[in-house]
């Protein structure tokens, strides 16, 4: 027997078989399982499974099992990881969504179990639990800003993940001092160990009280989870209290560490806090002490002396930005003052058309700046600071900007020097970047105003 091409042709039947095995769904309603996936992952990381069904949604093949320690992405906490197996055979569980009450499990690759297949599955429990303090976080944050920032503060979005946490809510910005409060409290709370419980109950008990946060937008079932920290378990007695069907640290003390990395407008009216936790939070930190080290370093500084040492940089530098001014103040007057005695006069106007050599936009200004103050005409420059771009200004004084406006000037004359541009009837800027064309385009400028400004 040629064993080789036996298990060749084999392998090749195996994928026929699981090709025809798995149904392509265009619509989730199309879903043939019934069967509710029932979810343990409140209590288990891992679970014995039958494959009920194999669907293809567009690039990804999903995995419908009958139990379930993964939960399914919903309320702003993401899907979890996991690893399918059967025997020596495994597959890789990249996200796990939801239609209804079943479950997906969304595999990397091609490769799949066929429908009535026993399995395990063992999720991801090093990302679960980073996800799991994001979320215990997020609570505490929500408390947070109600006791410091207002009590009216509402949520309107947040995103919970192994990396990070997002929290939306109505606010004005919040001020340095609410921003470093609100971290204290959060911390705090974490350092205190607070117990953190879940009891399901019904949702008549709980839809009234005002202490139980909900989204009142939602629509609940009959019977409603509530996560509390703090207090008595199942008592409802805790500090902090919210409807919530997410996974969450077993006390506060868990989540480790927290903070505070931005706040920051998202629409008119909410705000989003961006925050870290636990390891990811501890890095952070870590990253920023060695930049802190690196610049003091740099700064040839004791760390405790670095904000000095650069308020003391930073005023030397506005020191010498403003000695650079005054030179180039000086250097526009000078060159003013020679461009002044080349006036010519078109359409009976007084008119300064010129090249500065190695202008950039910057130095033009100054230069038309200069010239405005003794000059009562119109003023056209142009410059080159480097071999590929052009600089042009123009100018008009009150009683040619009429008839001369600076900005159709500049309009017209900038396409020469492969360019744009455009301003006010008084002043009006451009550039380009063919400096080769600058002689060609102080003749045109020469040529539109003899034309334009009689």
Same mark, same amino acid.
């Given at each position: 027997?040629?064993?080789?091409?036996?298990?060749?042709? =084999?392998?090749?039947?195996?994928?026929?078989?699981?090709?025809?095995?798995?149904?392509?769904?265009?619509?989730?309603?199309?879903?043939?399982?019934?069967?509710?996936?029932?979810?343990?992952?409140?209590?288990?990381?891992?679970?014995?499974?039958?494959?009920?069904?194999?669907?293809?949604?567009?690039?990804?093949?999903? %995995?419908?099992?009958?139990?379930?320690?993964?939960?399914?992405? =919903?309320?702003?906490?993401?899907?979890?990881?996991?690893?399918?197996?059967?025997?020596?055979?495994?597959?890789?569980?990249?996200?796990? !969504?939801?239609?209804?009450?079943?479950?997906?499990?969304?595999?990397?690759?091609?490769?799949?179990?066929?429908?009535?297949?026993?399995?395990?599955?063992?999720?991801?429990?090093?990302? !679960?639990?980073?996800?799991?303090?994001?979320?215990?976080?997020?609570?505490?944050? /929500?408390?947070?800003?109600?006791?410091?920032?207002?009590?009216?503060?509402?949520?309107?979005?947040?995103?919970?993940?192994?990396?990070?946490?997002?929290?939306?809510?109505?606010?004005?910005?919040?001020?340095?001092?609410?921003?470093?409060? %609100?971290? *204290?409290?959060?911390?705090? !709370?974490?350092?205190?160990?607070?117990?953190?419980?879940?009891?399901?109950?019904?949702?008549?008990?709980?839809?009234?009280?005002?202490?139980?946060?909900?989204?009142?937008?939602?629509?609940?079932?009959?019977?409603?989870?509530? %996560?509390?920290?703090?207090?008595?378990?199942?008592?409802?007695?805790?500090?902090?209290?919210?409807?919530?069907?997410?996974?969450?640290?077993?006390?506060?003390?868990?989540?480790?560490?927290?903070?505070? =990395?931005?706040?920051?407008?998202?629409?008119?009216?909410?705000?989003?806090?961006?925050?870290?936790?636990?390891?990811?939070?501890?890095?952070?930190?870590?990253?920023?002490?060695? !930049?802190?080290?690196?610049?003091?370093?740099?700064?040839?500084?004791?760390?405790?002396?670095?904000?000095?040492?650069?308020?003391? =940089?930073?005023?030397?530098?506005?020191?010498?930005?403003?000695?650079? /001014?005054?030179?180039?103040?000086?250097?526009?007057?000078?060159?003013?003052?020679?461009?002044?005695?080349?006036?010519?006069?078109?359409?009976?106007?007084?008119?300064?058309?010129?090249?500065?050599?190695?202008?950039?936009?910057?130095?033009?200004?100054?230069?038309?700046?200069?010239?405005?103050? *003794?000059?009562?005409?119109?003023?056209?420059?142009?410059?080159?600071?480097?071999?590929?771009?052009?600089?042009?200004?123009?100018?008009?004084?009150?009683?040619?900007?009429?008839?001369?406006?600076?900005? *159709?000037?500049?309009?017209?004359?900038?396409?020469?020097?492969?360019?744009?541009?455009?301003?006010?009837?008084?002043?009006?800027?451009?550039?380009?970047?063919?400096?080769?064309?600058?002689?060609?385009?102080?003749?045109?400028?020469?040529?539109?105003?003899?034309?334009?400004?009689?």
């Amino acid at each position: 027997v040629d064993s080789a091409t036996f298990e060749e042709l =084999m392998e090749a039947q195996r994928a026929r078989a699981r090709a025809s095995q798995k149904k392509q769904v265009i619509e989730l309603s199309k879903i043939e399982t019934k069967e509710p996936t029932r979810f343990v992952g409140f209590a288990e990381s891992e679970s014995d499974a039958k494959v009920l069904e194999v669907v293809a949604l567009k690039d990804k093949t999903a %995995v419908i099992l009958d139990v379930t320690p993964c939960y399914a992405e =919903m309320g702003g906490q993401v899907g979890d990881r996991a690893m399918i197996s059967h025997g020596a055979t495994s597959w890789a569980v990249a996200d796990t !969504r939801k239609t209804g009450d079943t479950w997906l499990h969304l595999l990397e690759g091609d490769d799949f179990p066929e429908p009535g297949t026993k399995v395990s599955i063992i999720l991801d429990r090093e990302r !679960r639990q980073a996800i799991e303090r994001h979320h215990s976080a997020t609570h505490l944050l /929500h408390w947070a800003i109600h006791e410091v920032v207002s009590r009216e503060a509402s949520q309107k979005g947040s995103f919970v993940g192994p990396d990070k946490l997002t929290f939306d809510f109505n606010s004005a910005p919040l001020t340095s001092s609410q921003v470093r409060d %609100v971290e *204290r409290l959060v911390n705090e !709370r974490i350092l205190e160990n607070e117990t953190v419980s879940w009891v399901e109950v019904p949702y008549e008990e709980v839809k009234g009280r005002p202490e139980i946060r909900q989204f009142f937008g939602d629509k609940y079932g009959s019977r409603v989870r509530v %996560v509390q920290i703090g207090g008595e378990a199942g008592a409802l007695n805790g500090f902090s209290m919210e409807l919530c069907g997410g996974t969450h640290v077993r006390a506060t003390g868990e989540i480790g560490l927290f903070r505070l =990395m931005g706040e920051a407008a998202i629409a008119a009216g909410v705000r989003r806090i961006e925050s870290l936790c636990g390891l990811e939070a501890f890095a952070h930190a870590v990253n920023d002490a060695s !930049r802190l080290v690196e610049i003091a370093s740099k700064l040839n500084s004791p760390i405790g002396d670095v904000e000095k040492k650069l308020d003391q =940089m930073l005023e030397h530098t506005k020191a010498l930005e403003k000695a650079l /001014h005054a030179a180039a103040q000086r250097e526009a007057s000078g060159l003013a003052s020679a461009l002044i005695s080349n006036v010519k006069v078109l359409a009976g106007h007084s008119t300064i058309v010129a090249e500065v050599p190695g202008a950039d936009g910057d130095k033009l200004q100054l230069v038309a700046d200069a010239l405005k103050s *003794r000059f009562d005409g119109i003023i056209f420059l142009a410059g080159s600071a480097s071999p590929e771009s052009v600089a042009l200004v123009a100018a008009s004084s009150s009683s040619t900007q009429s008839k001369a406006p600076a900005g *159709r000037l500049i309009s017209a004359v900038a396409p020469i020097v492969g360019g744009k541009g455009g301003g006010k009837p008084d002043n009006a800027r451009g550039g380009g970047k063919l400096p080769q064309k600058i002689a060609e385009a102080l003749a045109a400028a020469e040529a539109w105003i003899a034309d334009n400004a009689g």
